[in-house]
């Protein structure tokens, strides 16, 4: 079985940085793209940065310049660095990553973090 857990968001203020991780774990073969979504309330799950095994980066506009995403492949972890946050950037933020899980039936699946809420507000 593959796990995805994040760490704890927050509460903080607008202007301020908070940085959130997602560890991958498990029957754990090889790691792909990692990725982190957010969903804010009544609206639909958005990507907002993704980063390949090499290292290649993509980024939502609206994060563009404040948020970095990078990766630890060895310990099959992401980190988000959000800087100058926003009360946009109020939501349940989720990460996700397609992995190659091992047993007899090895195939590619994406696998979905359980959730942390990041709140910006003053």
């Known amino acids: 079985q593959v796990q995805l857990v994040e760490s704890e968001g927050g509460l903080v203020h607008p202007g301020e940085s908070l940085r959130l991780s997602c560890a991958a774990s498990g029957n754990i073969v090889s790691v792909s793209a990692m990725e982190w979504y957010r969903q804010a309330p009544g609206l639909k799950r958005e990507l907002v940065a993704g980063i390949t095994f090499g290292g290649s980066t993509n980024y939502a506009n609206s994060v563009k310049g404040r948020f970095t995403i990078s990766r630890d492949n060895a310990r099959n972890t992401i980190t988000l660095q959000m800087s100058s946050l926003k009360p946009e950037d109020t939501a349940v933020y989720y990460c996700?990553?397609?992995?190659?899980?091992?047993?007899?039936?090895?195939?590619?699946?994406?696998?979905w973090g359980q959730g942390t809420q990041v709140t910006v507000s003053s």
């Open positions: 996700k990553a397609e992995v190659l899980a091992g047993g007899l039936d090895q195939r590619w699946s994406d696998y």
